[in-house]
C-alpha cells in the first residue's frame, strides 16, 4: 500500500501515506487550526517491537491450569497457534460460566484504543460477553470523572448539561469577560476528543477572547495549566485546595451583597441551610479570605478582590477533570456550581459553570444532529457494577460490602477478566497492589496491538489489529464531520481484528451467529452507517453511500445550534425546562446527599482535611497529571512520546528551590518514593512548579525491577506511589491526581528501561 488514506484518531483527523521504509507520513487535517503533534506517534509505530506479533499464552496457565498465582508479571509466555488458543480461551469461559455463572466475569476493557465507530474494543468485548455469557460485571464512571459522575447529577443535573451541550468555545470568544480556571485550561488535555477531532479551536477561541478584552484566571499549581494565547494571571494554588478558595470567594459575594440573591432565590434551593457554615454560625469560623488564605497559599486580599470582579463580569466558572481526582473530589465541583450560581450568569452565553471544558477536545462544542454509527452491545443480564476505580478492591475483597452514592454494595469473586483495548496499569493507582490483586484471578485475558504492563500480567495474550490495519469509520458526538478512516497497512504479524478474535470465540462457544448475526466486519460497517445515513437523507443533507464517503474520505454532519441548550432554557423558564435533580433547580444543599449520611460527603459544599497530606519523610506534593505527549500510555513508544522522555525516562518537574534543598541538578535520575512505592524519572527544574510539588504526569509503561528488595519502576510510572484510595462514599473516584512523595537524587546503578519490547516467547 502506497496511497494517502484518510484515517482518525482521538487526537485528530489525518491522512497517512506509507514509506518504503515502513514508516508513515502523517499529515493534519488541512482544516485543523491547531494540530496535535502526538499525530506523530504513529509514523514508526506500525512494526515496532512492542507489537504482539502471535498469540501467547502464560507457561503458567499452559501447565497447571488456570487458578490463582503470584507469577503474573514474572511468568514466561509460550507463543500457541490461534486455534489452539480460542479453543483454549473457549473452554474456560465455559468452564467459569458454568462453574459461577456470568457473575465471575468482569468485562474491564476501560481504554481508549480507536476512535472507530465499529472496531471499538470496548464495545466489541461488551458484546462478546453479552451474547456469550448472557453478561458480566461492569464498571461505572471513569477515572477521568467518576466523583463528577456521581456529584453533579445530584446537584445541577445530567453531567452532559454541564459538558457537552453547555457554553461553547465560540461563546468564550464573543461573550465572556472573566474566566476562572480551577485546575487551568491545558491545551495538552483538550487536544483529546473522544471519537475524534477534526479541528482544535481552543487555542484560538481563547485568543479571541483575550483580543476582546476578556481575563483568564489559572488556578493551579502548574503556570503551564493555560496556554500563553490566553494571558492567563496566574494564581499557584495549594494542590487540592481548590474548594475552600471558592468558599472565601462565596463569603465575600455574600457579606458584602454582591451576590445575586434573585438569581439565587429563583433557581435554587438550600442556600439557607448552607448559609451558616458558610458565614460560621454553625462551626464558629466563618469561610471568610484569611482562613482560606492560610490553606491555599493565596492572599486573602487577591481571594476578596477576585471574588468582586466575578461579581461585576460575564463569568464562566470552569473546572477541570484534576480537581475531582483527588480526596473529597466531589467538594470542589459541587462549590464551583455554587459559586457560580451565587454569581447569577448560569445559563448565560459564555458565563456560569462548565464542568472540563479545556479538559478534553469534545467539550466547548455543539452535539451532532443526527445519531452516529454504533455497534450495539446487547442486553447484559449481570446487574452487578463497580465503580471504575475500585478494581483491585474488587479482587482483594469479595463478599465484602462498601457504600457508593446511596447504595450498600457488594463487591463479587471475579475468576475470569477479559480486557480489551486498554492498560489498566495507566489508569490505576498504586501499582504493586493492583498486581499482587491480579494474582486472585483463575484467568487475565488481554486483546491488544502492544504488549502493554496489562499485557504482561496476563494469562492469554491474543494480537489485535491496530486501527489504521483496518477499515472504520471516525466520528465524535460533538465534531462535524464523519472520517473515512482507511486500512492503511496489513496487520502486523498474525495480529486479528477483535471483532475476528471474538467470534471465533463466540464459535466455538456455539454462540457465534448470536455475536455475528451473520454479519462480517464490512457488512456491519454497511448496516450501522446506514442508520445514520437514513437520518441524514430526513434531514435533506448529503447522504452519500459507504463507498462515496470512503472516496471523499469525510463526510460534513449537521450539528444543533448553539442555543446554550438545557441551562439556558432552564433560565428562561424552570417551571417549563426544570433541571433532572431532585427539586428541578440547582441544588445549594441537598437532601437526598444529606440523608445518605456520609462523613465524608455531607449535604452541602464543604472544606474537608485530607487524610493524606505531605508530612516528615514524604513532605511534596506529587501532581500525577496527564501527559503531553501521548493519549495515556497509548503509543507511549511513539515518536512523539520518546522524544519527551530523556536518556529513555520520564521527566519529573520541581521548583529551584525544592532541587537545590535536595542537590537534585537538572538532568539527574531521580527516585519518587511515597509509602506505596517507587519510581525513578528525570529531573526538569522550572519555576512553572509551585513551591513543595513535584509534576510526574502518568503513562509511561510500567516496568517494576526489583531494587534492594524494593520493587521500583525505572521508567517513571507514578502510578507506582499514587494513592488508591476512593474520593469518598458517595462517589468512590479515582484519587491519583495528588499524593504526597519525597524526591531524592539517585545514586545507584540506573537500570535501563526494557518496556518497549514485547517480551520473546519461550
Not at 514466561?76 to 469461559?93: G, H, I, K, S, T
Not at 457560580?340 to 478534553?360: K, N, R, T, V
Not at 465524608?600 to 514524604?618: F, I, K, S, Y
Not at 504526569?697 to 507506582?720: F, K, L, M, Q, R
Amino acid at each position: 500500500m502506497t496511497d494517502t488514506l484518510t484515517h482518525s484518531s482521538h487526537w485528530g483527523a489525518f491522512t497517512a501515506t506509507p514509506e518504503a521504509d515502513g514508516r508513515l507520513e502523517i499529515r493534519p487535517h488541512p482544516g485543523d487550526p491547531d494540530p496535535s503533534p502526538i499525530l506523530q506517534n504513529f509514523t514508526d509505530t506500525l512494526r515496532h517491537p512492542a507489537r504482539v506479533a502471535r498469540p501467547m499464552v502464560r507457561r503458567g496457565w499452559l501447565t497447571d491450569g488456570p487458578g490463582p498465582t503470584t507469577r503474573r508479571g514474572t511468568d514466561e509466555f509460550v507463543a500457541v497457534p490461534w486455534d489452539e488458543v480460542l479453543d483454549r480461551l473457549a473452554a474456560e469461559m465455559t468452564r467459569v460460566g458454568r462453574e459461577f455463572g456470568p457473575e465471575a466475569v468482569f468485562g474491564g476493557s476501560y481504554g481508549w484504543s480507536s476512535a472507530g465507530r465499529f472496531h471499538h474494543a470496548q464495545s466489541q468485548v461488551h458484546r462478546f460477553l453479552n451474547m456469550t455469557m448472557g453478561g458480566y460485571v461492569r464498571s461505572v464512571g471513569t477515572y477521568s470523572s467518576a466523583a463528577a459522575y456521581a456529584i453533579i447529577p445530584h446537584v445541577i443535573g445530567k453531567l452532559t448539561d454541564v459538558s457537552r451541550q453547555n457554553v461553547t468555545w465560540d461563546q468564550v470568544a464573543r461573550h465572556t469577560e472573566l474566566v476562572l480556571a480551577f485546575g487551568g485550561m491545558a491545551l495538552k488535555n483538550s487536544t483529546i476528543a473522544q471519537g475524534g477531532i477534526s479541528a482544535h479551536v481552543e487555542r484560538g477561541s481563547m485568543a479571541a477572547a483575550r483580543a476582546r478584552g476578556a481575563r483568564f484566571v489559572n488556578i493551579s499549581p502548574l503556570r503551564s495549566d493555560m496556554p500563553e494565547e490566553a494571558g492567563a494571571q496566574w494564581l499557584p494554588i495549594q494542590p487540592g485546595t481548590d474548594t475552600a478558595l471558592m468558599l472565601a470567594m462565596m463569603f465575600v459575594l455574600d457579606a458584602e451583597g454582591l451576590a445575586d440573591t434573585d438569581f439565587v432565590e429563583r433557581y435554587t434551593v438550600g442556600f439557607e441551610k448552607f448559609a451558616p457554615y458558610l458565614r460560621g454560625t454553625t462551626d464558629g469560623r466563618p469561610k471568610d479570605p484569611t482562613w482560606a488564605a492560610a490553606i491555599t497559599g493565596i492572599p486573602a486580599e487577591t481571594i476578596a478582590d477576585l471574588a468582586r470582579l466575578a461579581a461585576k463580569s460575564r463569568t464562566l466558572v470552569a473546572t477541570a477533570h484534576a480537581l475531582q481526582r483527588s480526596e473529597h473530589g466531589e467538594q470542589p465541583l459541587w462549590a464551583a456550581v455554587v459559586l457560580a450560581a451565587m454569581l447569577g450568569d448560569i445559563g448565560l452565553p459564555g458565563g456560569g459553570y462548565h464542568y472540563s471544558l479545556g479538559a478534553m477536545g469534545h467539550t466547548g462544542r455543539v452535539p451532532a444532529a443526527v445519531p452516529l454509527p454504533t455497534l450495539p452491545q446487547g442486553k447484559n443480564g449481570v446487574t452487578t457494577y463497580i465503580p471504575v476505580a475500585r478494581i483491585t478492591d474488587m479482587l482483594e475483597k469479595p463478599g465484602e460490602t462498601y457504600d457508593y452514592n446511596g447504595n450498600r454494595l457488594t463487591y463479587p469473586d471475579i475468576k475470569l477478566m477479559f480486557w480489551a483495548g486498554g492498560n489498566p496499569f495507566h489508569h490505576h493507582q498504586d501499582l504493586a497492589r493492583l498486581a499482587e490483586a491480579l494474582g486472585k484471578l483463575d484467568t487475565f485475558v488481554v486483546n491488544d496491538y502492544a504488549f502493554t504492563a496489562a499485557a504482561r500480567h496476563a494469562d492469554i495474550v491474543l494480537p489485535a489489529t491496530m486501527s489504521l490495519e483496518r477499515e472504520d469509520l471516525g466520528a465524535g458526538g460533538t465534531d462535524p464531520r464523519i472520517i473515512a478512516m482507511r486500512k492503511v497497512a496489513e496487520p502486523y504479524g498474525e495480529a486479528r481484528d477483535d471483532y475476528e478474535i471474538f467470534a471465533g470465540v463466540a464459535e466455538r462457544m456455539g454462540r457465534g451467529e448470536a455475536f455475528t448475526e451473520g454479519r462480517d466486519a464490512e457488512q456491519w460497517l454497511e448496516h450501522l452507517y446506514q442508520v445514520t445515513r437514513d437520518k441524514l437523507i430526513e434531514k435533506g443533507a448529503p447522504a452519500p453511500t459507504l463507498s462515496e464517503l470512503r472516496a471523499a474520505g469525510e463526510l460534513e454532519i449537521p450539528m444543533m445550534p448553539d442555543d446554550g441548550a438545557l441551562l439556558a432554557r432552564f433560565r428562561a423558564d424552570p417551571e417549563e425546562a426544570p433541571l433532572a435533580t431532585a427539586t428541578g433547580k440547582i441544588e445549594i444543599h441537598c437532601d437526598t446527599i444529606a440523608a445518605m449520611g456520609y462523613d465524608d460527603c455531607p449535604g452541602h459544599p464543604t472544606w474537608l482535611e485530607r487524610a493524606e497530606v505531605p508530612r516528615a519523610g514524604v513532605p511534596l506534593w506529587l501532581i500525577a497529571n496527564q501527559p503531553a505527549s501521548r493519549l495515556h500510555s497509548q503509543l507511549d513508544y511513539g515518536a512523539t512520546s520518546i522524544a519527551s522522555k530523556r536518556n529513555g525516562r520520564e521527566e519529573a518537574r520541581l521548583h529551584p528551590d525544592d532541587a537545590a534543598a535536595r542537590g537534585i541538578g537538572e538532568g539527574d535520575v531521580i527516585a519518587v518514593s511515597s509509602a506505596r512505592g517507587q519510581c525513578l524519572a528525570t529531573a526538569r527544574i522550572t519555576e512553572d512548579v509551585l513551591p513543595g510539588c513535584v509534576n510526574l504526569s502518568t503513562g509511561a509503561w510500567y516496568d517494576p525491577v526489583e531494587i534492594g528488595g524494593s520493587v521500583v519502576c525505572v521508567h517513571g510510572n507514578p502510578n507506582a506511589v499514587t494513592l488508591d484510595r476512593g474520593t469518598s462514599k458517595l462517589g468512590q473516584g479515582c484519587t491519583g491526581q495528588l499524593c504526597a512523595v519525597e524526591v531524592a537524587r539517585w545514586t545507584g546503578q540506573v537500570p535501563p528501561v526494557r518496556v518497549h519490547r514485547a517480551p520473546d516467547p519461550a
